[in-house]
């Protein structure tokens, strides 16, 4: 039986970037995949995510965005592939609302670079939107767009050629660690290792039964439209990615026109709980009226065809803030990625902080605050 330096479990966007990082200092890695490279059924596909750097969850966040966005740009140039896209991102809502509120605390704090633009402002400048004048946009200058299967692809790539060994549609049956060892089988062999990295996703509770994590999984819906009128204005040089509290406490997010997709929006967020086994996959009706009805209100223009729609899953923790931490029990076990919705963009910088705990035991990265002990009964 061969041993490896570490393992790891799940290859979406966390575990993807983390089997490139540990690889890429010369360990021994072999990653565990229950899906086919760049799948679509968990919660790192959809064609495109926002990465944005005036973060509305918390100022914490933005050193982290900052390394990412270095990570994922020589991820890039590496792969040769196009991974992110700078459009600028347009964030509107009340001026009291958290995504306004959250975003102009987050650049005032670090110094980002931003623009507060009145109601008349906004629509003068970006007429596809029709807000009312009780709100305003705050315009992060450096968000933009994602492409995560191909963001996946290229981690993958670059672990492979780093030397990692990648094993797709081998689903793991269980794991066990003792001493310093961890064992984990799956459905065509058994692996060991010094460590053991869980990146699993909506599968994270089904591989830590036994242990008191809440974590609950949700399903969301991701829709693309075809705008009524010249498709050109909603192009990336002309409309930003964007995010809507088109009431309180109620988000839509949505991005330009990228190649014949038409424009992308979702609601972050829709309170439906699933699992991964029972999630259903088809988009009804009510749910297509409901989208329909954010987009009379704010953006009518992007109200014509629906091209296409899908499902993805939310992880979501208690508080919204992500889990990165050793397993309580078990110190050569590493758990990662339930990121409550708003993860993909961190998964460049989560790769190398995972690197930095499987390898060195510690990061310089601050990650204080996505420890498990802030859960009383974790």
Known sequence: MERYDTIVVGLGGMGSAAAFHVAQRGRRVVGLEQFTLAHDRGSSHGRSRVTRQAYFENPAYVPLLGRANELWTQLQRYSGMRLIEITGGLMLGPPDGGVVKGNLA???????????????????????????????????????????????????????????????????????????????????????????????????????????????????????????????????????????????????????????????????????????????????????REARWILERNLPTVNGDLLSATTCMYTNTPDGHFIIDWHPRHPNVILASPCSGHGFKFASVIGEVLADLACDGQTKHPIDMFRLGRFKHA
């Open 106 to 288: 987050s650049a005032r704090t670090h110094g980002l670079p931003h623009e507060v633009l009145e109601a008349p402002e906004v629509r003068r400048r970006f007429p596809a939107f029709s807000i009312e004048d009780t709100k305003i946009g705050v315009l992060d200058k450096v968000a933009g767009v994602l492409f995560p299967e191909d963001c996946i692809r290229a981690h993958a790539a670059a672990a492979t050629r780093a030397g990692a060994e990648l094993r797709w549609q081998e689903p793991v049956v269980s794991w066990k660690a003792t001493g310093d060892s961890v064992e984990v089988k799956t459905t065509q062999g058994t692996y060991v290792a010094g460590n053991l990295v869980l990146c699993a996703g909506p599968w994270m509770g089904e591989l830590l039964a036994g242990l008191s994590v809440p974590l609950v999984v949700e399903r969301n819906v991701l829709y693309w439209f075809r705008p009524t009128t010249d498709v050109v204005m909603f192009s990336p040089d002309k409309f930003p990615v964007f995010i809507i509290e088109y009431e309180p406490g109620k988000v839509f997010y949505g991005f330009p026109a990228l190649g014949d997709d038409g424009v992308k929006v979702a609601r972050h967020h829709t309170g439906i709980s699933c699992s991964p086994t029972d999630i259903k996959r088809e988009v009804n009706q009510n749910e297509i």
